[in-house]
Each structure stands twice: as structure tokens, then as C-alpha cells.
T-cell receptor, first 112, second 110 residues
Framework: KAGVTQTPRYLIKTRGQQVTLSCSPISGHRSVSWYQQTPGQGLQFLFEYFSETQRNKGNFPGRFSGRQFSNSRSEMNVSTLELGDSALYLC???????????FGSGTQLSVL | TQLLEQSPQFLSIQEGENLTVYCNSSSVFSSLQWYRQEPGEGPVLLVTVVTGGEVKKLKRLTFQFGDARKDSSLHITAAQPGDTGLYLC??????????FGSGTKLNVKP
């Protein structure tokens, strides 16, 4: 079974731009969660989608948004990028219940 | 502020030594998980503990969930260089919403 795939692997943007990150979960998994990882704050929960609906949300500003498609693939969008948005963005999938998370390798975003 | 505090933040030891990593909170969790993350990769789940007082062993790794389900520990016996990595604990409070600790960066020198 293929693992969780995140694209792109690396991204460099400038302040004020917007960015879209993509995540393809493991086949059959219906839940996709997004996390931001920084050296200072560690892993912080952004949101979770299940069957195209946002089921859980973290404490991030509205500039961070996401969606899930009918094939369970998910995208995350960050608008009006700030320097502090530089981070590793991790996507994790699970079958749908309260279970183990399978993480992708992440997208390293640098905002200049 | 982190809901889960991990200690120590950094640990550098010689091969063969034992070590314990702690994960503490004032909040109760329905389950607690431990992950290991290597550079350039996402975290990989090691274990999930659900019942207060539960102890699970995975080869040389022993995981314990506190009786009150607020804290956990990870003990590694006879550490090996292959154990090197970032160890993360994650507590679940809401369904499928996990709060991660800041991590313990372990370096095992040969």
C-alpha cells in the first residue's frame, strides 16, 4: 500500500503570497489531518477532515483553510503569507476512527 | 503554551545506556501515543496507550500511561544508534484531535 503523499516537498514563497499544499492519503483512509511543525512550537493541529467535512479545527487564523475531495485527497491553503508561517506542514491520514495517524513526509515551506 | 510538556528536550548518551523520557500534562487524555520522527520524514507511531496504568513493551522500549491518564513515560533499555531521533508524545482529547508535546531529541553515540 502506498503511504501518505504530500506535494510539493519544498516551497519558497514571499510575504503576502498564497500557497496551496496537497495531500493524498493512504487508499481507503477517510480522515485527513494537517499539522504545522516549527522548532519553537512543535507540532500544532490545524484541522481534520472526514468525508469532505471539517470535523475538528485548531487555533489558527482564518488565513489557514483546507478542503477535502470526494476521493479523500486534501488541500491546505494559506493566504497572505507571513514570515512566521515558515514551517514543515505535515498531513496525516487514518481510516476514520480515533486511531493511529499515518504521516506524510511533509512540505517544507519557507516564507521570505 | 504546550498542553503536553516533554522532558528532557535533548538527550545525548552512549550506546548501551538506559534512558527515560517524560510526557506530562495537567489535562486528562482519552489516549496517548508515542511517535519517533527522523530528519526529513514525518512522525511514525510507536505505540498507543489507552488505560490508566497501562504498560506496553516494544522490544527494548517500555511505555507507561499514568494512572490518572495525564502523563506518560518512555523508557529505552540499552540504547542503540538506531534509536536516534525525535520522540514525540501526543494526547487525544477530542475525537481524532491530538495535542503533541514539544519533543525529545535523542542522540545515541556509538
Amino acid at each position: 500500500k502506498a503511504g501518505v503523499t504530500q506535494t510539493p516537498r519544498y516551497l519558497i514563497k514571499t510575504r503576502g503570497q498564497q500557497v496551496t499544499l496537497s495531500c493524498s492519503p493512504i487508499s481507503g483512509h477517510r480522515s485527513v489531518s494537517w499539522y504545522q511543525q516549527t522548532p519553537g512550537q512543535g507540532l500544532q493541529f490545524l484541522f481534520e477532515y472526514f468525508s469532505e467535512t471539517q470535523r475538528n479545527k485548531g487555533n489558527f487564523p482564518g488565513r489557514f483553510s483546507g478542503r477535502q475531495f470526494s476521493n479523500s485527497r486534501s488541500e491546505m491553503n494559506v493566504s497572505t503569507l507571513e514570515l512566521g508561517d515558515s514551517a514543515l506542514y505535515l498531513c496525516a491520514s487514518s481510516p476514520g476512527g480515533s486511531e493511529k495517524l499515518f504521516f506524510g513526509s511533509g512540505t517544507q515551506l519557507s516564507v521570505l | 503554551t504546550q498542553l503536553l510538556e516533554q522532558s528532557p528536550q535533548f538527550l545525548s548518551i552512549q550506546e548501551g545506556e538506559n534512558l527515560t523520557v517524560y510526557c506530562n500534562s495537567s489535562s486528562v487524555f482519552s489516549s496517548l501515543q508515542w511517535y519517533r520522527q527522523e530528519p526529513g520524514e514525518g512522525p511514525v507511531l510507536l505505540v498507543t496507550v489507552v488505560t490508566g496504568g497501562e504498560v506496553k513493551k516494544l522490544k527494548r522500549l517500555t511505555f507507561q500511561f499514568g494512572d490518572a491518564r495525564k502523563d506518560s513515560s518512555l523508557h529505552i533499555t540499552a540504547a542503540q544508534p538506531g534509536d536516534t531521533g525525535l520522540y514525540l508524545c501526543a494526547g487525544e482529547r477530542n475525537f481524532n484531535k491530538f495535542y503533541f508535546g514539544s519533543g525529545t531529541k535523542l542522540n545515541v553515540k556509538p
